[in-house]
């Protein structure tokens, strides 16, 4: 079984201090476990690489198959809270990453205000895409205001956990500190 643990200061190679925040134990034969720490290099590439995959997989369910079709009734879904409840789960487990992710990019997204605001922006953005495709193209995509309460709760759940996860707000930050690919020796 391998169990993931947060940890605040540590030591990294080269007598450097950074703040390791990732740590796999692992269980020996002998009961006994060995740790092994991420460096912030290794956190800084894992955080774009699953940045990029959750942005691909957002687009993939809420985009694509763009395929057209003759609009068979109405497009925008305006009234809140009428829609069934596997559809609204669903749009807020979609959006919990980003109320993780985008905190570790960027510090300054880390209020709940912040977090709400940017999750309005994101997810009005996807239904207007939506709106653009089911109008232009003939899409299957509806325009619906539940998916936009539902992706904003998601967020805003998903910034819940991260300070749950990672409580203080400097090792939040560490994440940010790397905004750019490190640079190879020589």
């Avoid at 789960?89 to 205000?113: E, K, T």
Wanted: aromatic share 6%.
């Amino acid at each position: 079984m391998v169990e993931a643990a947060l940890v605040g200061q540590t030591q990294c190679g080269r007598g450097q201090r950074g703040t390791g925040l990732l740590l796999l134990a692992v269980p020996e034969a002998h009961g006994e476990e060995t740790t092994v720490k991420l460096s912030d290099t290794a956190n800084f590439y894992w955080l774009q690489v699953g940045s990029a995959i959750y942005a691909l997989g957002v687009l993939a369910v809420t985009v694509l198959p763009i395929t057209p079709q003759e609009p068979s009734g109405p497009v925008i879904h305006y009234i809140p809270f009428l829609v069934d409840a596997p559809s609204f789960v669903l749009n807020v487990i979609m959006f919990v990453p980003f109320g993780v992710l985008v905190p570790l990019h960027r510090p300054g997204a880390d209020a709940y205000r912040k977090i709400l605001g940017l999750a309005v922006a994101a997810s009005a953005a996807i239904e207007v895409t939506q709106l653009v495709l089911g109008l232009a193209g003939g899409s299957r995509r509806t325009v619906d205001v539940n998916d936009l309460i539902a992706n904003v709760t998601g967020a805003l759940i998903g910034l819940a956990v991260l300070r749950l996860a990672v409580p203080h707000e400097v090792h939040r930050r560490a994440f940010a500190r790397k905004r750019q690919w490190p640079r190879p020796p020589g």
